[in-house]
Protein backbone atom coordinates (compact mmCIF):
# COMPACT_ATOMS: atom_id res chain seq x y z
CA UNK A 1 0.00 0.00 0.00
CA UNK A 2 1.73 3.36 -1.15
CA UNK A 3 -0.74 5.87 -1.10
CA UNK A 4 -2.28 6.91 2.21
CA UNK A 5 -2.19 6.24 5.89
CA UNK A 6 -3.89 6.77 9.10
CA UNK A 7 -1.82 6.96 12.21
CA UNK A 8 -4.10 7.41 15.73
CA UNK A 9 -2.38 8.04 18.83
CA UNK A 10 -4.38 7.51 22.54
CA UNK A 11 -3.21 6.98 25.97
CA UNK A 12 -5.40 7.04 29.15
CA UNK A 13 -9.62 6.45 28.14
CA UNK A 14 -8.30 5.68 24.66
CA UNK A 15 -9.46 2.10 24.07
CA UNK A 16 -13.47 3.51 24.21
CA UNK A 17 -12.66 6.09 21.97
CA UNK A 18 -10.63 3.64 19.29
CA UNK A 19 -13.46 1.38 19.43
CA UNK A 20 -16.07 4.09 18.72
CA UNK A 21 -13.97 4.67 15.77
CA UNK A 22 -13.41 1.87 14.81
CA UNK A 23 -16.92 0.62 14.95
CA UNK A 24 -18.30 3.53 12.27
CA UNK A 25 -16.07 2.93 9.74
CA UNK A 26 -17.03 0.72 6.37
CA UNK A 27 -15.73 -2.38 5.82
CA UNK A 28 -14.41 -0.83 2.49
CA UNK A 29 -12.86 1.62 4.18
CA UNK A 30 -9.63 2.53 1.74
CA UNK A 31 -6.98 3.30 3.96
CA UNK A 32 -4.60 1.26 6.35
CA UNK A 33 -4.74 2.11 9.87
CA UNK A 34 -1.92 2.29 12.41
CA UNK A 35 -2.55 2.72 15.96
CA UNK A 36 -0.65 3.38 19.37
CA UNK A 37 -2.37 3.31 22.66
CA UNK A 38 -0.68 3.13 25.68
CA UNK A 39 -0.87 -0.41 27.44
CA UNK A 40 1.28 -2.18 30.22
CA UNK A 41 4.01 -4.30 28.78
CA UNK A 42 2.36 -7.50 30.16
CA UNK A 43 -0.13 -6.66 28.02
CA UNK A 44 -2.02 -9.65 26.00
CA UNK A 45 -3.70 -9.14 22.75
CA UNK A 46 -7.29 -8.05 24.94
CA UNK A 47 -6.98 -4.51 22.78
CA UNK A 48 -6.82 -6.45 19.34
CA UNK A 49 -10.24 -8.66 21.07
CA UNK A 50 -11.89 -5.32 22.31
CA UNK A 51 -11.96 -3.05 19.45
CA UNK A 52 -12.47 -6.03 16.53
CA UNK A 53 -15.62 -6.86 18.65
CA UNK A 54 -17.25 -4.21 17.04
CA UNK A 55 -15.93 -3.45 13.74
CA UNK A 56 -15.89 -4.55 10.55
CA UNK A 57 -12.46 -3.98 9.50
CA UNK A 58 -9.46 -6.41 10.39
CA UNK A 59 -8.21 -5.26 13.30
CA UNK A 60 -4.57 -7.36 13.92
CA UNK A 61 -1.48 -6.75 16.06
CA UNK A 62 1.36 -5.43 13.84
CA UNK A 63 3.79 -7.40 12.71
CA UNK A 64 7.38 -6.67 11.85
CA UNK A 65 8.13 -6.44 8.64
CA UNK A 66 4.20 -6.58 7.40
CA UNK A 67 2.80 -5.31 4.46
CA UNK A 68 0.00 -2.62 4.75
CA UNK A 69 -3.17 -3.31 3.75
CA UNK A 70 -6.74 -1.31 3.13
CA UNK A 71 -9.37 -1.92 5.58
CA UNK A 72 -6.79 -3.33 8.12
CA UNK A 73 -6.15 -1.72 11.23
CA UNK A 74 -2.52 -2.79 12.80
CA UNK A 75 -2.17 -2.22 16.66
CA UNK A 76 1.17 -1.89 17.93
CA UNK A 77 2.16 -4.80 20.41
CA UNK A 78 2.48 -4.57 24.20
CA UNK A 79 5.98 -2.88 24.70
CA UNK A 80 7.05 -2.90 21.14
CA UNK A 81 7.33 0.69 19.01
CA UNK A 82 5.00 0.51 15.30
CA UNK A 83 7.25 2.53 12.62
CA UNK A 84 5.84 3.17 9.51
CA UNK A 85 7.85 2.77 6.21
CA UNK A 86 6.62 2.74 2.75
CA UNK A 87 4.08 0.27 2.08
CA UNK A 88 5.31 -1.62 5.46
CA UNK A 89 5.45 -1.84 8.81
CA UNK A 90 8.64 -2.36 11.76
CA UNK A 91 8.87 -3.27 15.17
CA UNK A 92 11.12 -1.67 17.62
CA UNK A 93 12.59 -2.13 20.72
CA UNK A 94 14.30 1.04 21.04
CA UNK A 95 14.24 2.67 24.30
CA UNK A 96 10.70 4.62 25.61
CA UNK A 97 9.87 7.81 24.71
CA UNK A 98 7.97 9.95 26.98
CA UNK A 99 8.27 6.52 29.39
CA UNK A 100 6.35 4.76 26.61
CA UNK A 101 6.64 2.09 24.55
CA UNK A 102 4.85 1.65 22.35
CA UNK A 103 5.35 5.34 21.45
CA UNK A 104 3.22 7.82 19.61
CA UNK A 105 6.04 9.99 18.84
CA UNK A 106 8.04 7.34 17.12
CA UNK A 107 4.83 6.34 15.16
CA UNK A 108 3.94 9.44 13.89
CA UNK A 109 7.16 10.38 13.34
CA UNK A 110 8.15 7.66 11.15
CA UNK A 111 4.63 7.64 9.45
CA UNK A 112 4.93 11.25 8.39
CA UNK A 113 8.61 10.74 7.19
CA UNK A 114 7.40 7.81 4.76
CA UNK A 115 4.14 9.36 3.57
CA UNK A 116 4.41 13.07 4.17
CA UNK A 117 1.42 14.93 2.72
CA UNK A 118 -0.54 11.59 2.19
CA UNK A 119 -0.22 10.79 6.45
CA UNK A 120 -3.28 11.97 8.78
CA UNK A 121 -2.33 11.74 12.14
CA UNK A 122 -5.28 11.71 14.79
CA UNK A 123 -4.37 12.83 18.60
CA UNK A 124 -6.83 11.56 21.32
CA UNK A 125 -7.13 11.66 25.05
CA UNK A 126 -4.41 10.48 27.30
CA UNK A 127 -2.29 11.89 30.22
CA UNK A 128 1.18 12.81 29.16
CA UNK A 129 2.64 14.53 26.33
CA UNK A 130 3.62 11.57 23.90
CA UNK A 131 2.49 12.55 20.61
CA UNK A 132 3.15 16.18 20.56
CA UNK A 133 5.98 15.77 18.62
CA UNK A 134 5.12 13.61 16.68
CA UNK A 135 2.29 15.66 15.46
CA UNK A 136 4.62 18.49 14.65
CA UNK A 137 6.37 16.23 12.19
CA UNK A 138 3.30 15.67 10.64
CA UNK A 139 2.56 18.79 10.20
CA UNK A 140 5.85 19.52 8.61
CA UNK A 141 6.20 17.29 6.00
CA UNK A 142 2.62 18.54 5.08
CA UNK A 143 0.39 15.92 6.59
CA UNK A 144 -2.95 16.66 8.63
CA UNK A 145 -3.32 16.36 11.93
CA UNK A 146 -6.47 16.14 14.51
CA UNK A 147 -6.82 16.43 17.92
CA UNK A 148 -10.03 14.85 19.95
CA UNK A 149 -11.65 17.91 21.82
CA UNK A 150 -9.87 17.91 25.22
CA UNK A 151 -13.13 18.87 26.83
CA UNK A 152 -14.71 14.89 25.67
CA UNK A 153 -11.20 13.16 26.89
CA UNK A 154 -11.00 11.22 30.05
CA UNK A 155 -7.46 12.93 29.89
CA UNK A 156 -6.67 16.18 28.15
CA UNK A 157 -3.05 16.71 28.59
CA UNK A 158 -2.32 14.60 25.42
CA UNK A 159 -4.39 16.73 23.27
CA UNK A 160 -3.82 20.01 24.90
CA UNK A 161 0.12 19.44 24.81
CA UNK A 162 -0.84 18.75 20.95
CA UNK A 163 -2.94 21.92 20.42
CA UNK A 164 0.00 24.10 22.47
CA UNK A 165 2.33 22.94 19.10
CA UNK A 166 -0.42 24.70 16.91
CA UNK A 167 0.54 22.19 14.69
CA UNK A 168 -3.00 20.93 13.82
CA UNK A 169 -5.79 21.32 11.27
CA UNK A 170 -8.62 20.98 13.43
CA UNK A 171 -9.93 19.88 17.05
CA UNK A 172 -12.75 17.81 16.80
CA UNK A 173 -15.14 15.60 18.64
CA UNK A 174 -15.22 11.95 18.68
CA UNK A 175 -18.10 11.79 16.46
CA UNK A 176 -16.90 14.55 14.02
CA UNK A 177 -13.21 12.95 13.71
CA UNK A 178 -15.41 9.37 13.04
CA UNK A 179 -17.36 11.20 10.04
CA UNK A 180 -14.16 12.50 8.88
CA UNK A 181 -12.63 9.29 8.75
CA UNK A 182 -15.31 7.98 6.72
CA UNK A 183 -15.02 10.72 4.22
CA UNK A 184 -11.58 10.58 4.02
CA UNK A 185 -11.95 6.91 3.30
CA UNK A 186 -15.06 6.73 1.08
CA UNK A 187 -14.15 3.86 -1.48
CA UNK A 188 -15.75 5.64 -4.75
Same mark, same amino acid.
Given at each position: ?????????????? /?????? !?????? $????????? #?????? $?? /??????????????????????????????????? *????? #?????????? *?????????????????????? %??? #? /??? #????????????????? $?? %??????????????????????? /??????????? *????? !????????
Amino acid at each position: MAGQIIVIGASLGG /TSVLQY !LLSELP $ENFSKPIAI #VQHRAK $ES /TDILVRILASRSKLTIKEAEDKECLCCSTVYVAPA *DYHLL #VDRGFLALSI *DPPVCFARPSIDVLFESAAAAY %GIN #V /TGI #VLTGGNTDGMRGAQRIK $EC %GGTVIIQEPTECVADRLPLSAIS /TAAFDSILSSR *DIASY !LINSGAVP
